[in-house]
């Protein structure tokens, strides 16, 4: 990463001077060239205002959970105009609004890494943004996506009284084989199926979304809202921090919740 550091500095020095957008590829990162925190503390310093005042606009191609976590922790300490500058691009070919892709001197591993990651089946659930999810011809025209649904109204009917649920781990290849059926768009019926599988089921969708249900923007603010040790300032706090999350993920927090509360 400090080769990657050096590089970039090289390469930006050329073009600081006018207006440039900058594009960060982070398909298939992986611990190897993940960057640390402090390799973050360390780049933000380097590229002072020099480097800032000129950037039109920086897209980050497929972040991980991790990059969007690790980003908004400088949320703080960086000024507003660089965030309304970044924008998180889930497919290489939403860049074509903003730029020309010809414009990219992409190498051959990176692009094979970029088309494999894509989603070719337009159907898939798990992994796909909510919005996507709700267009799909599968979701009837529900306002949650319909494996939510589903999984909910399952649990609820019989497995509240099921020992360790969310705790202890369903059949592996029982809850593959559901997410292959969802994904394909096919109807599923849960209604006989372990609670456990279905609760691993559950958890797998939450967690493959590519925002999270609080989102990575409001989630320091969150964080905040629920370390004041005044318990009505905590409620009032993370009660206006909940009223900023889009209406999709209120609605299927709000949906998730009547599971949780049981």
């Given amino acids: 990463?400090?080769?990657?550091?050096?590089?970039?500095?090289?390469?930006?020095?050329?073009?600081?001077?006018?207006?440039?957008?900058?594009?960060?590829?982070?398909?298939?990162?992986?611990?190897a060239n993940k960057p640390s925190?402090?390799?973050?503390?360390?780049?933000?310093?380097i590229f002072n205002r020099k480097y800032k005042k000129n950037l039109k606009q920086m897209f980050i191609v497929q972040p991980s959970f991790w990059t969007r976590t690790l980003i908004s922790c400088f949320k703080p300490f960086v000024s507003s105009k660089f965030w309304k500058k970044l924008i998180y691009i889930t497919d290489i070919?939403?860049?074509?609004?903003?730029?020309?892709?010809?414009?990219?001197?992409?190498?051959?591993?990176t692009l094979d890494a970029i088309?494999?990651?894509?989603?070719?089946?337009?159907?898939?659930?798990?992994?796909?943004?909510?919005?996507?999810?709700?267009r799909l011809e599968c979701n009837q025209g529900s306002s949650i996506p319909i494996i939510v649904n589903d999984a909910v109204n399952a649990l609820l009917m019989s497995g509240l009284n099921t020992e360790g649920l969310?705790?202890?781990?369903?059949?592996?290849?029982?809850?593959?084989?559901?997410?292959?059926?969802?994904?394909?768009?096919?109807?599923?019926?849960?209604k006989h199926e372990d609670a456990h599988v279905i609760a691993a089921l559950l958890k797998f969708y939450f967690r493959d979304l590519p925002e999270p249900l609080f989102t990575t923007e409001?989630?320091?603010?969150?964080?905040e809202?629920?370390?004041?040790?005044?318990l009505n300032q905590t409620k009032i706090k993370l009660g206006e921090t909940l009223k900023k999350l889009p209406e999709i993920n209120r609605m299927l927090l709000k949906h998730l919740l009547i599971l949780l509360s049981k």
């Avoid at 925190?37 to 310093?45: E, F």
């Avoid at 029982?174 to 019926?189: H, I, P, S, T």
Wanted: with cysteine; hydrophobic share 40%.
């Fill in 225 to 230: 809202g629920y370390n004041v040790a005044d």
């Fill in 166 to 190: 969310f705790r202890l781990s369903g059949n592996h290849q029982r809850v593959e084989e559901l997410k292959q059926l969802y994904d394909a768009g096919q109807v599923v019926d849960l």
């Fill in 93 to 109: 070919k939403q860049l074509k609004k903003y730029l020309s892709i010809s414009q990219l001197k992409l190498p051959p591993t």
């Fill in 37 to 45: 925190l402090s390799w973050m503390k360390k780049a933000y310093r």
């Fill in 218 to 223: 409001l989630y320091l603010e969150f964080i």
């Fill in 1 to 31: 990463l400090e080769r990657v550091l050096i590089y970039c500095i090289k390469v930006m020095e050329k073009c600081v001077e006018e207006e440039y957008m900058r594009v960060c590829i982070h398909t298939a990162i992986s611990s």
């Fill in 115 to 134: 088309k494999s990651s894509g989603r070719p089946n337009m159907n898939l659930m798990f992994g796909a943004p909510l919005d996507d999810v709700l």
